[in-house]
């Protein structure tokens, strides 16, 4: 008689490549908050919250090219498993150069835009930064899609450590230097571009194997969906700190950037889980197991959430002045709301990722529909931060209800 296999217990099986990604996520995004905190104590108010709107925007704008990351890691992870390393990569190879066109051709949109603004007195020089940071930001998801599918753990947490190192690097020394947020966003672009290079470098075995191939199609309907998926759970949790830069007045959008900025802490816990789960549910091809993995990363994530809400709500007061200073004192009874909100923006990004993993990726049609949502409550609700706020909890919610429903629904 064979011996019966063992329970399967997922939650153990994420637990080491889980915790080393996690922790180097979290010393990173540390290095992220320690720029913001800084640069918020550098600058005055405006310009920081100047700075941060372009951050913002900088930010969305490297999110739909995630979807060649979730896109690349499933071909790689599938590939590498059934024992084809030149499949994997030519998926690799064949996303990076299908990328770099779109790299070059933003940059070159910037470069053509930043003469006229400049002569029309409306921040070329800022534009054209954005647009250099976001070039480069496009091609690096394809490239850490390639370490997160061959189960490179430990060196795609070193890649999340070099991205902030360097960016803080940069940011901290021109802002010291009495550079205004243009320069630092300059900063920003050359640090992007910097990680880029450095992180292909241990690619180079899984590109050079990589098989001749038929070009593989970026713009498909897959990729679209998730493009769209990715963007909109950034654009979600994010987008009301642009709604205050143009609502309030410099001093309130400020300090509500201050609160955005340290609520959003809660968006670090899923990337560890999600990190590890993908390659591994991209593989399962069991409903079942795929369903205990789900559960295992929620269980997980609204843990550490709920702990993290706890703390940040309670010590509200301490940690904004402590860290931000005095004159962002109005950002504290902001804190533990929006964090709550974070927190379920935090699990929508683990069903989000989940379905991706199994190329399942049109539940971005409902979160189309609650930034549809969200855009007119915004537009009806921006008198008082608080209104915000609410409007950030209450889409929260709806997308996580709306997550469990589509999974039980379609699966």
């Known amino acids: 008689m064979e011996p019966v296999a063992p329970p399967e217990r997922p939650a153990r099986g994420l637990l080491a490549p889980g915790i080393f990604v996690a922790l180097a996520v979290v010393v990173a995004n540390g290095l992220n908050a320690f720029f913001q905190v800084a640069l918020a104590r550098i600058l005055d108010p405006g310009e920081y919250s100047l700075l941060l709107a372009l951050v913002v925007i900088t930010l969305i704008a490297a999110v739909p090219p995630l979807a060649f990351q979730a896109a690349v890691a499933r071909e790689v992870a599938v590939a590498l498993a059934d024992e ?88 901290l020394g021109i802002g010291l230097a009495g550079g205004d947020a243009a320069a630092v966003m300059g900063g920003l672009a050359g640090a992007t571009a910097l990680t880029l290079g450095l992180t292909l470098l241990p690619l180079r075995d899984l590109w050079s194997a990589a098989v001749r191939s038929g070009a593989h199609r970026l713009a498909t309907l897959p990729n679209a969906a998730a493009a769209t998926g990715l963007t909109l759970l950034t654009a979600l949790p994010s987008v009301d700190v642009l709604v205050a830069k143009l609502a309030f007045s410099p001093s309130t959008a400020g300090a509500y950037g201050v609160a955005s900025v340290g609520a959003r802490v809660q968006l670090l816990v899923p990337i560890g889980v999600t ?135 379609r699966h």
Not at 97 to 109: E, K, M, S
């Open 84 to 171: 084809r390393p030149g499949d994997a990569g030519a998926a690799l190879r064949d996303t990076v150069r299908g990328l770099v066109p779109w790299a070059l051709a933003v940059l070159a949109l910037g470069g053509i835009a930043y003469p006229v603004l400049s002569a029309a007195g409306r921040g070329g020089a800022a534009t054209f930064a954005t647009a250099a940071t976001i070039s480069a930001a496009l091609v690096i998801p394809a490239v850490w899609g390639g370490l997160q599918g061959a189960r490179l753990f430990v060196v795609l947490g070193l890649a999340h450590l070099t991205f902030s190192g360097t960016r803080l690097g940069a940011g």
């Open 275 to 409: 990190t590890v789960l993908f390659p591994r549910v991209a593989i399962l091809r069991d409903r079942a197991r795929e369903r205990r993995h789900l559960l295992a990363g929620l269980g997980v994530v609204a843990t550490v959430s709920a702990v993290t809400t706890a703390v940040l709500w309670s010590f509200s007061g301490p940690l904004v002045r402590g860290v931000f200073g005095h004159k962002y004192a109005a950002a504290v009874p902001w804190l533990g709301p929006l964090s709550l909100a974070m927190a379920l923006y935090a699990l929508a990004t683990v069903y989000m990722y989940h379905f991706l993993s199994l190329a399942r990726a049109r539940f971005a049609l409902v979160l189309v529909g609650a930034f549809a949502v969200q855009l007119v409550l915004f537009a009806l609700l921006h008198a008082r931060p608080a209104e915000l706020i609410g409007v950030q909890i209450g889409v929260a919610a709806f997308s996580v209800a709306a997550a469990e429903a589509w999974h039980l629904w």
